[in-house]
Structures are given as structure tokens and as C-alpha cells.
């Protein structure tokens, strides 16, 4: 979102910063980060979210802004059942 403009506009962008990674949160609770994609051990110049729309898709996804391409990462199976203690992945946000 460019709010520059003499009127708020999209654009499109193939840059985010040379060390900027972008995570989107879903669920109740809608919401996104910018951090240091190597201080956190991710790609620079990507955008990471899980699905929340699909209760049956806990994978991570990952776009690169600059050439378009997205990755899914599959985690590792697992019975839900079990008492493995791996759960779906959610975002968790300090607050104040």
C-alpha cells in the first residue's frame, strides 16, 4: 500500500528490503510483521504465512516477492491422536 500517493493506491513491488522478511498471521486474530529475515534464520525478501482457512492445511507457505514464486513446506507427518505434542502452527504477538 503506497499512502504517498495523492491517494492511497496498491502497487506492485519487487522489493521489500534487502534483509526484511514479512509474517502474516490469520485466524482470530489478523495481523502482520515486518523483521530482520537474518536475524530470524529466514529468507530475505519473502512473505511467510500458515493457511487459516483450511483446518486440514497446517503447512507454511512462502512467497518471494521478487520473482513470484511460492514454496509450501510440508511438516513432518504426524498422528493427531498421538500424544506427540505437535500441534498445528499458530503466531503468537506480544502486545501491550
Not at 8 to 25: K, N
Not at 48 to 72: A, R
Not at 76 to 91: I, N, R, T, Y
Amino acid at each position: 500500500m503506497d499512502l504517498s500517493a495523492a491517494g492511497p493506491a496498491w502497487r506492485r513491488t519487487a522489493d521489500i528490503g534487502r534483509d526484511r522478511a514479512f509474517v502474516l498471521g490469520g485466524g482470530g486474530g489478523n495481523f502482520g510483521a515486518s523483521c530482520s529475515a537474518s536475524g530470524c534464520g529466514v529468507r530475505a525478501n519473502c512473505l511467510y504465512w500458515f493457511n487459516s482457512f483450511s483446518p486440514d492445511d497446517s503447512n507454511l507457505h512462502v512467497l518471494s516477492v521478487g520473482d513470484g514464486g511460492v514454496e509450501t513446506v510440508v511438516p513432518p507427518p504426524f498422528d493427531q491422536h498421538a500424544s506427540s505434542g505437535v500441534h498445528k502452527p499458530f503466531w503468537l504477538v506480544p502486545t501491550t
